[in-house]
Structures are given as C-alpha cells and as structure tokens.
C-alpha cells in the first residue's frame, strides 16, 4: 500500500471534483479504513467552508434497499451538504460534473439547534419532497464503503419542493398518530422528460424515513456535529437513482407532498 496523508486523499478527491476528470477507487491503492474516510470527507468540507461556503446540513445514504441494491452496498453513510450544492430555481448546469445522476429524496427541516439526538425529531418543524443531483468522483461508480464516504457520499446538488410544516398529536396521542404530514408509507414517483421512470413507496428508507433522521442525529452527535436552525437532513434515495442528462425535465411527485422539480439546461458550460 501507498504511503499518503488523509490531506493527499482529500486532494485527490477535490481535484477529480474541481477537473471532471474522474479517478480510480482510493481503496485500490490506499489503505483507506471509515474513521479515515469520514476525515478526508471533512477535510474536504472544510476547504468549501474555508472558500465561503456554509453548511446546509447532513444527507443519508443507503438508507433504502433500492440504492443498496444498485450500488452494491448495505452500511448507511452519511455525508455533508452546504448551501453552494442547493439547485436553486433556474436551469441547472451540468457543466464540470463528470456523470451526474438524480433521485427523489425525502428533506427535513430543523427547526432548532439539536443538542441532544434524542431531541432530533421534535426538532423537525417541517418536511418536504425533493431530490438529490449525485455525481461519484470514481469512475463508473464503483467504489467501496471509505471510497464513497471520503467522497461526501457523492453528494453535487440538491433541490426541494414546498415544505410543508410538522403538525404533532398532543404527547399524549402520539403513540398512535404519526407526525402530519405522515410521510412513513406515501408512494414517490420520478418522472424524466414527462415519462415515470422509477416509483417506490418512503417506507423503502429503513421502513420509515424518520428512522433516517434519528440516525442522522446519531451519527452527527457521533462526529460532533450539532444540527443547527435551518439545517436540512435528506433521508436517502427512495428509488434508484437515474443518469441526467442535458436539457432533461425532472419531477419527484407523492400523494399529498407535493412537486420538486429541475430543469437542466441544454447548454453545458465548459
Ligand atoms: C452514494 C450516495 C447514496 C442515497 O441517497 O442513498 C445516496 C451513491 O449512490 O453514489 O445519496
Ligand atoms: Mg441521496
């Protein structure tokens, strides 16, 4: 194995990022273990803040069969997201992403600073559909587990469609009532170009994409990570994610949740 620093591996990923060129898996030449790749992920999130960026808040990964399937992987991980990855409303540029690819997302909001994971979810004042723009800097998207987490868990881009506010039963209730909107069995559909090309119900993320946000809590408070007001979880994939292309329409719809949707545009930037 390769002598390097975790600063060497998290230069490697930046420049795969920064170039569009894609790289070989780390784990090929480096003896890459998870603790090691959760530093080279911040690492690399702290060069984006360094460069100005803000935190947006935190993303699961493989939290559904459907993604653990596709990739080929079975540990949920998580990863980083900051404001510069939000879609924003205009045409999306494709430009300097090396193969990028889009999956509906369930998104919470935190309402409050969560000093406690145990107070993660009471936290939420609102949740919302929406998707997530992946782009693996390693070749083909194969990689092993520390490959994709020092990578932020592929994270490029995210966007959301309307949140709609958490309304609780009265404590006394909640055993029986779920959160409104109930959000644990709602059929999502992607359609690209008009056409539903993959559907999937939210309970495919760990039965219940709540069961994601308590672990996002978890795992943060882990890493010393406090989640803070205004901060969003994306709870993971819900179908297999599908490849983007120039000039695509996109729409993440569910019963009762609403829209999100991105429109990439023709031109790709050099
Ligand atoms: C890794 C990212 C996984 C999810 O929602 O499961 C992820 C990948 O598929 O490249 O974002
Ligand atoms: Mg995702």
Redesign the pocket.
Known sequence: MAEFTEADLAGILHGAAASGAAIGKLTDTYDLDLPGAYRVQRLNIDRRVAAGERIAGL??????KA?MA??GLTDVIWGILTDAMAAGDGLYDLGGLIHPKV?P?IVFRIGRRVEDPADAEAAVDAVALGY?I?D?RFRD?KFALPD?VADN??AAGFGIGPWRPVVRAPAAARDESPPDPDISDVPVTLAVNGQPVSSASTAAILGDPWESLRSAARLASGAGIVLEPGWIV?A??ITA?VPLNPGDAITVTADGLGTAELLTSRYISP
């Open positions: 993303k699961m990964g493989f939290t559904s993604k596709q990739m999956e997302e997530e992946l693996s998207y994709v868990a592929s994306l993971g994939g994610a």
